[in-house]
């Protein structure tokens, strides 16, 4: 998962639900870039926007998207307040025990991000230093599995990657280990960052929603249809620049998780 920041006027996950009822309320941690976000005017974009979008229209459902910290999305689902989360879920056994997934749309490993200007060079470089990471994500889980490994410190948790790097970028933590995704996204004009380890995880994102949820079969064939037709590798080109590779979840058709 992934990893996830709020920004400053929207709402937060204590928030009641839109005024206005739509089909579907989607939870988003908004200001994860490249995956949910929002522009200079204000609207909701990212990968992951651009895709509930197409799913919802084909499926003749209208939505509205509501700011929830990434820790908040699994009981927003849980209890439906929400109908759908985002926010580069991974798919895990343990969270497929409470919430259901549709197929992944894709794949994904950690990273860990330093200054360039900084000694840290590698994972084991970060001994007795401080780590960043992102509260409850897949990252976080990576950390305390690999705490007596690496032997880091203390962990710092944030709620989301701009917080966390601006720390980073300030000294207040070592190192800062997300989603590989986002990073290259956000630190591709930034040359003061540099990822300094990929570390594999084979992580797959989907979109999140409550286990018999009436819409999951119908959403699941959907995501197939817009893999078939090349809808989501457009997208995937339009937020990243290249082609997705062909063995990729965002192009591979396959079944919801179980």
Not at 32 to 41: I, L, Y
Not at 153 to 173: K, N, Q, T
Request: charged share 25%; glycine share 8%; proline share 4%.
């Amino acid at each position: 998962m992934k990893a996830k920041i709020a920004l400053g006027l929207l709402m937060t996950a204590a928030v009641a639900l839109p005024a206005w009822s739509a089909d579907w309320t989607v939870g988003a941690n908004v200001g994860n870039v490249p995956w949910e976000f929002q522009d200079a005017k204000g609207d909701f974009v990212g990968f992951e926007v651009d895709v509930v979008k197409e799913v919802a229209k084909r499926a003749g459902k209208s939505v509205d998207f509501v700011n929830i910290p990434f820790n908040g999305l699994f009981s927003a689902v849980q209890s439906k307040r929400v109908d759908i989360a985002i926010s580069s879920i991974t798919i895990t056994p343990k969270r497929l025990e409470s919430v259901a997934f549709a197929q992944p749309y894709f794949d994904s490993d950690q990273s860990l991000t330093a200054l360039t200007k900084s000694k840290v060079k590698s994972l084991e470089d970060m001994k007795g230093k401080v780590v960043g990471v992102d509260t409850g994500s897949t990252g976080d889980m990576w950390i305390g599995q690999h705490q007596n490994e690496y032997r880091f410190a203390d962990v710092s948790r944030y709620e989301g990657l701009s917080p966390a790097m601006l720390d980073l970028g300030s000294g207040r933590i070592d190192g800062y280990l997300s989603d590989i995704p986002a990073v290259l996204y956000y630190i591709k004009d930034k040359p003061q960052f540099t990822i300094v380890a990929r570390i594999p995880t084979g992580e797959r994102y989907s979109l999140m929603h409550a286990k018999g949820w009436p819409m999951s079969d119908q959403v699941n064939d959907i995501i197939s249809k817009m893999k078939e037709d090349g809808t989501l590798g457009a997208i995937h080109k339009q937020w990243f620049g290249t082609e997705a590779a062909k063995e990729s979840s965002t192009l591979k058709v396959s079944a919801a998780p179980k």
